[in-house]
């Protein structure tokens, strides 16, 4: 079987073990990445690294468009390559997506999409439009979450619908380590965005003994009212504030810390999706504090503990909780350590991902 997977978030090069493992369960893979990905007026470049597979880099237009964007010379690629599916790693009202499966269906490929989408939204045309196509062209999707199979359904999708992360994580990058003696410290590992909840999270952390510290690495558009709140909470000497780290900086700071906490609140527009944060530090041994707010409970299981969102006491209770007992944190991280390896790893999701592709050529055009 060959399958070409387009997707922009292969910039990242931890993202691509996933291709490898597919690679071993003896897929021929051929990946499609841009050069560069443009979000929130930062850049992210292509990470370079061998593989099993080949890498294909396409010029994107209209880079840092969610909707919009859509890679010159994908149409000419699948031609040349003749795959047996083309995954667009895309929603379905999204342009490359589109083009991407109108390419698949002239090629008589079978077409998959992915999706993250887990609130019910109606898009004007021309998205609706694409949308339909894309639903006719699918022999299958991918949802990362439970709900997003449920809107689907709503929309009239009628294919099969598989539940699988977009990613995994590296268990043998994200490992436990045995942690000195240090103030207690707490993660903060998001981007800066009202759904992540970044004031909520220094309302709740400025509730913990004075000997407590906080790391907090990400960028947004929260970036300044966030250095501002520090500023008035007086938790300048406590919270340590950087930007968004590359992918292979992750795994040493999760090591430097003792809990991560992932807050994420209902938006009218949004909620969490997945929350990969949180199977990054379950796999390095660190226990994890995160809201109802959409995927995450699932994501957790008996991993961590789960708090209501938008709720700043409870948050701070788990914490204290947690900073109070060390035998309970040693038994959530070894919990949530055995969730990754049985659900989360690249392993698991590459073969979830190969049934997918095989149940995809049963379905056919």
């Avoid at 993202?15 to 003896?26: F, N, W």
């Avoid at 090629?107 to 021309?126: C, D, E, K, S």
């Avoid at 035998?327 to 919990?335: A, N």
């Amino acid at each position: 079987m060959k399958a070409l997977i387009v997707s922009k978030a292969f910039v990242n090069r931890l993202y691509r073990r996933k291709l490898e493992e597919l690679h071993a369960l003896g897929i021929e893979v051929v990946a499609v990445a841009p050069p560069a990905w443009h979000e929130g007026g930062a850049v992210q470049e292509l990470e370079e690294a061998n593989g099993s597979y080949a890498l294909r880099v396409l010029p994107v237009r209209l880079n840092g468009h969610f909707h919009l964007h859509f890679y010159s010379g994908l149409a000419h690629l699948i031609r040349e390559i003749q795959p047996d599916i083309v995954h667009m790693d895309e929603e379905p009202y999204n342009l490359a997506t589109f083009l991407g499966l109108l390419s698949a269906r002239r090629a008589n490929a079978a077409g998959i999409f992915f999706t993250w989408q887990n609130v019910m939204l109606r898009y004007p045309p021309p998205f609706s439009d694409l949308e339909r196509a894309v639903y006719r062209w699918s022999s299958l999707a991918i949802a990362g979450n439970e709900d997003a199979t449920k809107v689907l359904h709503e929309k009239g999708f009628s294919r099969r619908v598989v539940v699988i992360p977009q990613f995994g994580v590296d268990a043998d990058l994200f490992f436990p380590s045995s942690r000195p003696r240090r103030p207690f410290t707490v993660g903060f590992l998001n981007r800066l965005v009202p759904g992540k909840a970044p004031l909520l999270a220094l309302q709740a952390f400025s509730t913990l003994p004075h000997s407590a510290r906080m790391i907090i690495a990400g960028d947004g558009p929260l970036r300044g009212e966030v250095e501002t709140k520090i500023q008035s909470l007086e938790l300048s000497a406590r919270v340590e504030i950087r930007p968004r780290l590359p992918s292979t900086d992750m795994p040493a700071l999760m090591r430097a810390l003792d809990v991560v906490i992932l807050p994420s609140v209902t938006l009218p527009k949004w909620k969490e999706q997945f929350g990969r944060v949180l199977i990054e530090a379950m796999s390095s041994g660190v226990p994890v504090i995160g809201s109802t707010s959409g995927e995450i409970p699932h994501v957790i299981g008996a991993g961590g503990l789960i708090v209501q969102e938008n709720d700043r006491h409870a948050l701070a209770e788990a914490m204290c909780r947690l900073m109070d007992d060390r035998k309970m944190r040693k038994e959530l991280g070894e919990r949530g350590r055995k969730r990754v390896l049985d659900h989360f790893t690249h392993r698991r999701i590459a073969e979830a991902t190969a049934e997918a592709y095989q149940q995809a050529l049963r379905t056919g055009n």
